[in-house]
């Protein structure tokens, strides 16, 4: 249904992102409160990044995991919230089809990246609680460094093929996408071309950059809870789990709210449901990922005094 005539048509080279069509005053506390908000994404995923490289004592995989989220939140948030700023400013904006596509393509890298890195750090959880004597022979540095680069690798090049073909679809109809960024799915909405090829390939790309690796997560975290169950004593529970709490909630938000905008049926959802959907994997949690590893994880908290007090 997204095929349609190409005839007496002209190739739209922009496009008119409306936002949040909202009043003057609303759209200017909203762009407080996402300027304050992004800030503090910079400035806590920066914070990550910092104490990891320079703390001796963070000199493990799972924080070296977690720098690496860290750099895949900036990239994100970075992508999408100045563009927002920008639109809330002037009720919308116009965005050159080039720029749209770029926006694209660094939009589902940096998203693809946390998936397969999320299920990277789901196995180093799971061979840290599940195979703890061979952990240090299995998770070394460079297992942990090759880990990563096939990560950002794997995901620049098989996005770039996928974006190539977004790019060349024809676009000649209406140019207004009702969102706050160019997005996959209004785009399609929006061309005029056949999108078969482009769907085939988002299934295709979906099975290793999100269905495998929920897999592997899924997994990891079942045999992590039977080790856990098998520990006799209650305190030793709650100290091999809380290992592991921090990375749980990073991952419970990230793939729900992913889910919930491109797994799950959207007919009748509304627009402004999947904006704000949309709000919470690419602006929330973002900002939210750096609060919670600090909270919740006494390595970091320490490692933050002893910066302070230097």
């Known amino acids: 249904n997204s095929y349609k005539s190409e005839n007496n048509l002209s190739t739209v080279t922009e496009f008119i992102i409306l936002g949040f069509q909202l009043n003057q005053h609303f759209r200017i506390c909203l762009f407080v409160f996402f300027l304050v908000v992004y800030c503090g994404t910079i400035c806590g995923n ?12 963070l000199h493990t995989p799972m924080y070296f995991f977690i720098s690496q989220l860290s750099i895949g939140d900036i990239l994100l948030t970075s992508d999408i919230v100045p563009n927002l700023l920008h639109i809330l400013l002037n009720n919308g904006r116009t965005i050159s089809f080039s720029d749209c596509i770029t926006q694209l393509y660094f939009f589902v890298v940096s998203e693809n990246f946390e998936c397969l890195l999320l299920a990277v750090m789901s196995y180093d959880r799971y061979v840290a609680i599940c195979n703890p ?11 942990c460094v090759i880990l990563v680069f096939m990560c950002w690798m794997f995901g620049i090049s098989i996005i770039l093929i ?11 109809g209406p140019n207004v996408i009702d969102h706050f960024f160019c997005d996959i799915i209004p785009l399609l909405y929006l061309s005029c071309s056949d999108t078969f090829i482009v769907h085939l390939e988002t299934y295709l790309i979906g099975i290793p950059m999100a269905f495998i690796p929920t897999i592997i997560i899924v997994v990891s975290y079942t045999n992590i809870v039977l080790a856990i ?15 592991c709490s921090s990375h749980l909630i990073v991952v419970s938000t990230f793939y729900w709210t992913m889910f919930s905008v491109y797994i799950v049926p959207t007919k009748g959802q509304s627009s402004t449901i999947s904006k704000i959907l949309s709000l919470l994997y690419t602006v929330f949690t973002p900002f939210i990922n750096p609060i919670i ?14 910066m302070f007090q230097k």
């Open 229 to 243: 169950l098998r520990i006799p004593s209650r305190t030793g529970r709650q100290k091999t789990f809380s290992t």
């Open 46 to 57: 920066l914070l990550i990044i910092v104490l990891v490289s320079t703390s001796r004592s």
């Open 293 to 306: 590893y600090s909270l919740r994880n006494k390595d970091i908290r320490k490692a933050l005094q002893e």
């Open 162 to 172: 996928y974006t190539i073909t977004t790019a060349k679809l024809n676009f000649c």
């Open 133 to 143: 004597l061979r952990y240090p022979s299995i998770m070394t540095t460079a297992s």
